[in-house]
């Protein structure tokens, strides 16, 4: 069975540091895939990004990019030069490699920019 | 890229009555699509999902069904709603990466 784990309730970063959020996995698959989405207070789920597990290098879009170390099973978030617009939830989630019918997500992180 | 439609947006409806929120989906075909629910403050907890037209699997036994009657359309209903049924549910469509539509907030009343 799948299990994703964020342990961090909530963060607090001050505006235009970095902050990490944390994420470990448990899979038995060899083929994996690892999101992070944005959730705002209007409920809707932002796309950020993807890390397929045979992927050599960690994913980077933007200001977000994951640091993925596939030995300890963590895909932790990494968000550089917070902006108080990413105040938020983030979860983080994964889909398995058997015809990738679910998504599991973990149980999020509040995220917290202050000026 | 795909785009996940849903609606309603806010539903408020009385204990027992029946319940059918819609998503529709565009950009893709034979997406997986999942319905999500979400209690407030808390994780996304998986209800169902489909990986074609008229499968559907169920993660969690409860009062609500999904169908699938259309590629790219998903449904969830209820035929008598519970206080408990409250939350805000999310459909997803997962093919090459996974989107999600609005939301819809209910509220049993």
């Known amino acids: 069975a799948q299990k994703i784990t964020q342990t961090q309730p909530g963060m607090f970063v001050q505006e235009k540091e970095a902050v990490t959020l944390d994420c470990t996995y448990d899979?038995?698959?060899?083929?994996?895939?690892l999101f992070w989405y944005k959730q705002p207070s209007s409920g809707e789920m932002i796309f950020l990004i993807y890390q397929g597990s045979y992927d050599q290098q960690n994913a980077t879009e933007g200001r977000y990019s994951l640091n993925f170390q596939k030995a300890r099973k963590s895909a932790n978030l990494v968000i550089s030069a917070s902006q108080l617009g990413d105040s938020a939830m983030y979860f983080c989630a994964m889909r398995d490699g058997s015809g990738y019918s679910t998504l599991t997500f973990g149980k999020g992180t509040m995220l917290l920019v202050s000026p | 890229s795909q785009t996940i439609h849903q609606w309603p947006a806010t539903l408020v409806q009385p204990v027992g009555s029946p319940l059918s929120l819609e998503c529709t989906v565009e950009?893709?075909?034979?997406?997986?699509l999942y319905w999500y629910r979400q209690a407030a403050g808390r994780g996304l907890q998986l209800l169902f999902y489909?990986?074609?037209?008229?499968?559907i699997s169920s993660e969690v036994p409860q009062n609500l069904s999904a169908s699938r009657p259309q590629d790219r359309q998903f449904i969830l209903s209820s035929k008598k709603l519970l206080l408990s049924d409250s939350g805000f549910y999310l459909c997803a469509s997962y093919r090459d990466a996974a989107f999600f539509g609005q939301g819809t907030r209910l509220t049993v009343v």
């Open positions: 489909s990986v074609g037209i008229g499968q």
């Open positions: 950009g893709t075909s034979n997406p997986n």
């Open positions: 899979t038995s698959d060899p083929s994996y895939g």
